[in-house]
């Protein structure tokens, strides 16, 4: 045997266990028993333990394998977004792994690996092209299989028919059992699920499976993953609890299971027992994922201290804070476990990014949960508060005081590194979030920022929550950069404005990507042929008798240079739902307009569910039953921005006649006084006349509008 992870059976398994696998074979499909006959005795009858790599990428593939029970799986390339590697494809009972590379260049495309302790039927590669001579049927059953990789031949995206947790409780006072009839009762109103302890296994399986020899493949071996095969063919989702202290059960359960699922009190030892630490090591070996339940106190505002248990578990994939009390948060938990969790991606776009808390409210209001969030620039900060557990109500509330209130943006400094201080820009990040962890928000959440350095994008999914909002908002030249381990960060609209990917590659549950970049065709006025220079434009903005042009200043070139890159189809697929609210005639900094823009994004969001309300698989997906029509809508007060342009344009004057009177009585006392001997009173009546020249010009073209 080349393969030196697969070991020789000592006795071939039962005929009803090969009657099952060629039942499940598209290899035999259709073929004669002569051919079947011919086939079977080709094959080398082997097993191989659970979390065990067979053949590498780059392998010669020797042999086809033929599973019989238990799973194989073929693991593509490692996705730059998570770390991780993609699963290609799974191989269940009856299922063929090596026939592709058999028509292909010989050689595994990436890593063969038992997911579960399993037994195979080997069959040498040689063996077979002579056994496909005698019974041509093969070859037209080998061409088929390729078909599972043409696109459109079946759903691209992999897809498992059923996944197996093995739960480790963290502390002999974790309430196990009662958070296994929740959890178990949530995921089961829409998938099938068994939650299986050791007393239950023990009574199905008998004592020996649970006795100390788990290397040695037998008899009471092939019962387990015959039972464990049929518990997953009849349920989605299997969950395996371990024995708290360690045992041989819990090390089995470990090695035929898809992911670690450690349950633990928050204010518990985060210091892991021995169960967890050799399942943990176990997972962390073969790239499987470990994932940790807190348990909150029912009384819990803001979770803390998540810090402790991660710097334990260095490998841990994903953190859940659930209140058991509350059913939203255990039925969160199941959408996340089950691949249904709800993701929210928020884009970039200045003091836009108001609406997205008017995306938030609409969703809410439809019933529509959140389960993770994360963005870039505004849409990251934004997406921060969604996840820190905060009601639209009070998003609007704290980013009017941040931006309005603080008005970092007016905080100019010298243009060395940018144009604002960078205390002034830190602060409202600061009083957003405080000391809080990303870790410790009550959802998942990520920010994308872009380093310098190395001109590659950085996702935030750990450390201080405020350091990672002002990364991902640093608008190049007009914020200062952030300084993260070596890192220089700035905004993440850089390289990625809608970060719809990122999010993929987190939750297979349905994404809702909300855009308030994309065009703005109001950046320059109708009557611009060509761009003025800055003195044209300082000048029109002091003389009385010319009008402003409407063209970009600094910070809208730059805020609407970050939105350019999520702009085009390529950035929204991926995205079950985009929303695009109304928002182009907005400025960078025009954060005073948050009411409107709440409006414009809970409107904007209803108009995209309504179109879809007739769909049922679609509001399905988003946990409705139905929708009535039409939703509502918010007024949105455009007449509070008419107000703000009529009291900028008065404050604007007033900034004009000011500086008008003082040169007018300048003029008018200093020089006439000189060389034409005019009393001064008369220079200084000439500075009066000089400030009233632009409400002169003002009440004129208002006299003109009102005749026109």
């Known amino acids: 045997m080349v393969y030196p992870a697969l070991r020789p059976s000592t006795v071939a398994p039962s005929t009803e266990d090969i009657d099952r696998s060629i039942a499940g074979c598209a290899l035999l499909d259709g073929l004669p028993p002569a051919a079947v006959a011919a086939f079977l005795a080709r094959v080398e009858w082997c097993y191989v333990p659970g979390q065990t790599t067979i053949a590498r990428k780059g392998d010669a593939c020797t042999h086809l394998l033929w599973v019989v029970a238990g799973r194989l799986r073929l693991w593509g390339e490692v996705l730059r977004e998570t770390g991780r590697r993609a699963v290609v494809e799974d191989a269940g009972v009856g299922e063929v792994l090596g026939d592709v590379e058999l028509q292909g260049s010989g050689r595994h495309s990436g890593d063969v690996e038992a997911m579960r302790d399993s037994e195979v039927g080997a069959i040498a590669v040689g063996a077979f092209l002579q056994c496909a001579a005698e019974h041509p049927l093969l070859w037209r059953n080998l061409a088929r299989s390729l078909l599972r990789y043409v696109p459109g031949a079946q759903a691209p995206a992999f897809a498992p028919k059923s996944e197996n947790f093995v739960v480790v409780a963290a502390g002999d006072d974790v309430p196990l059992a009662e958070f296994a009839e929740q959890l178990r009762a949530a995921i089961g109103r829409r998938d099938p699920v068994t939650w299986l ?34 518990q997953e063919r009849s349920h989605r989702f299997v969950f395996l609890e371990a024995e708290r202290g360690g045992s041989s059960w819990t090390a089995r359960a470990v090695r035929n299971a898809d992911h670690v699922l450690v349950v633990a009190r928050a204010g518990g030892d985060p210091r892991p027992g021995p169960a967890e630490q050799a399942a943990i090591a176990a997972m962390a070996a073969s790239g499987r994922s470990v994932m940790l339940v807190l348990l909150e106190a029912d009384d819990t505002q803001e979770p803390a201290g998540t810090r402790e248990w991660l710097a334990y578990r260095p490998t841990l994939e994903s953190v859940f804070h659930v209140r058991s009390s509350e059913l939203a948060h255990v039925e969160r938990l199941a959408r996340h476990l089950t691949g249904r969790a709800i993701g929210l991606v928020l884009g970039g776009g200045g003091a ?9 409210k609409a969703l809410r209001e439809l019933g529509v949960p959140i389960d993770l969030s994360g963005g870039t620039s505004a849409g990251g900060g ?77 996702v935030h999914r750990r450390g201080r929550a405020w350091k990672a909002v002002r990364a991902t908002t640093s608008l190049p030249a007009v914020l200062p950069p952030i300084h993260i381990r070596g890192k220089v960060l700035v905004d993440g609209g850089v390289v990625n404005n809608t970060p719809v990917a990122v999010m993929r590659q987190l939750s297979r549950g349905p994404c809702i990507l909300v855009d308030v970049g994309g065009a703005d065709e109001q950046m320059v006025g109708d009557d611009v042929l060509d761009l003025p220079t800055n003195l044209d434009m300082v000048v029109a903005g002091l003389h009385p008798l010319l009008s402003r042009r409407k063209t970009p200043n600094l910070g809208a070139v730059v805020a609407q240079t970050m939105c350019v890159s999520g702009m085009g189809e390529e950035n929204r697929r991926g995205a079950d739902v985009y929303i695009a609210p109304a928002v182009a005639g907005y400025g960078v900094v025009d954060f005073a307009a948050l009411t409107e823009l709440v409006a414009l ?53 007033v900034r004009i006649s000011v500086a008008l009177a003082l040169l007018g009585a300048l003029v008018g006392t200093a020089l006439p006084s000189v060389v034409f001997q005019v009393p001064v009173i008369e220079g200084l009546g000439v500075g009066v006349i000089a400030g009233l020249i632009p409400w002169l010009h003002a009440w004129l073209g208002d006299a003109r509008e009102r005749s026109a």
């Not at 008899?219 to 993953?225: Q, V």
């Not at 209130?405 to 957003?432: C, M, N």
């Not at 309504?610 to 809508?633: C, I, K, M, V, Y």
Request: proline share 6%.
């Open 197 to 230: 302890p050791m007393s239950e296994v023990d009574a199905q399986c008998g004592q020996g499976v649970l006795g100390d020899d788990i290397d040695a493949w037998t008899e009471t071996d092939r019962g387990f993953a015959r039972w464990l095969g049929a």
């Open 382 to 458: 934004v997406a921060c508060m969604v996840a820190a557990g905060r009601d639209p109500a009070r998003m609007a509330r704290d980013s009017d005081h941040a931006f309005v209130t603080l008005a970092p943006f007016q905080a100019f400094d010298i243009p060395y590194g940018s144009l604002l201080q960078r205390d002034a820009v830190d602060r409202p990040a600061k009083w957003l979030f405080g000391d809080t962890d990303i870790e410790d928000l009550w959802l998942p959440w990520f920010a994308v920022s872009c380093d310098l350095v190395t001109g590659k994008m950085v």
């Open 352 to 360: 836009r990014g108001s609406a997205h808390i008017g995306v938030v």
């Open 601 to 653: 994004g809970y409107n904007a969001t209803m108009e995209a569910f309504e179109r879809r309300a007739d769909d049922p698989e679609f509001l399905a997906r988003f946990g409705l039953t139905s929708l009535s029509t039409p939703l509502p809508r918010m007024e949105v007060p455009l007449w509070e921005g008419e107000t703000r342009r009529r009291r900028a344009e008065r404050a604007g004057r």
